[in-house]
């Protein structure tokens, strides 16, 4: 297996397939998934790398169709990043003065990343017809509201603390995997209108309400990842016996 090195590069990239949804193996290099999508190879440019929209990175960002821009960027026009509308798969961090509406014009965008972003709301994310949506420590994130209605079939989202309402989520009704991250959530009882969901991981602490009442209403879960502390010994037992036919596992 290649190993990323500390400088941009070119390689075939395990984001979640836009076509299925799929989470290909961690550290693998897919060229093919087993739904038929035909992986373009990404270019990665490292957290630790400054990058800007000039030579050579502009060529580089022209000509591959999934970008992974997570170091910081220096240039002096961030919202050249509208002309990108080619790409596949979009990752960013710490990008600054981002907006969806940035994203306005990319039509074929089905998978994207958003890590360490200064946004307090997803509005304009409706504008996308993304089917795979990754988040992970947005601490001014507040307001999920604008997810509901998009195409999702993998939602994924860790440590957007500010996030106190998941209903939302709820309305995703294509969504067939949720990974969730975070300390506290109200209910889980958003999850019971999502009808396609199948596999659930949540990495959380506490629930506010019965969070084995509310999981045990999920018969069709083929897989749960869950932490130990939040069913409890008694908790799992219950769980298991209410959903036989779902794999269970326990961190």
């Not at 050249?80 to 961090?93: I, T």
């Not at 409706?126 to 795979?132: F, I, K, V």
């Not at 219950?238 to 269970?248: F, M, Q, S, T």
Request: proline share 6%.
């Amino acid at each position: 297996m290649t190993q990323l090195s500390a400088t941009p590069v070119s390689t075939y990239y395990a984001f979640p397939c836009p076509n299925c949804g799929r989470l290909p193996p961690a550290g693998s290099e897919p060229e093919r998934c087993e739904c038929g999508y035909s992986y373009p190879k990404t270019y990665v440019i490292p957290y630790d790398f400054p990058w800007s929209f000039d030579e050579p990175f502009w060529s580089e960002l022209r000509t591959h169709r999934a970008l992974r821009l997570l170091g910081r960027f220096v240039g002096k026009d961030p919202g050249r990043l509208a002309e990108l509308r080619h790409v596949e798969y979009l990752a960013l961090s710490r990008y600054p003065s981002f907006g969806f509406g940035l994203l306005e014009e990319f039509r074929v965008l089905r998978s994207l990343e958003l890590d360490f972003m200064q946004i307090k709301t997803l509005d304009g994310i409706g504008q996308l017809s993304l089917t795979t949506l990754g988040m992970t420590e947005l601490k001014d994130l507040e307001d999920i509201g604008a997810l509901g209605g998009l195409p999702l079939l993998l939602l994924r989202m860790a440590l957007c603390k500010r996030v106190k309402d998941y209903e939302p989520v709820g309305d995703l009704h294509h969504l067939e995997r949720f990974d969730l991250e975070t300390k506290v959530v109200p209910s889980l009882g958003f999850l019971r209108r999502i009808s396609t969901l199948r596999r659930v991981a949540l990495a959380i602490d506490k629930v506010g309400s019965d969070a084995v009442a509310e999981l045990s209403e999920l018969s069709k879960l083929e897989w749960i990842g869950v932490r130990q502390r939040l069913l409890g010994r008694a908790g799992l037992g219950r769980l298991r016996e209410a959903l036989p036919g779902c794999k269970i596992d326990v961190w």
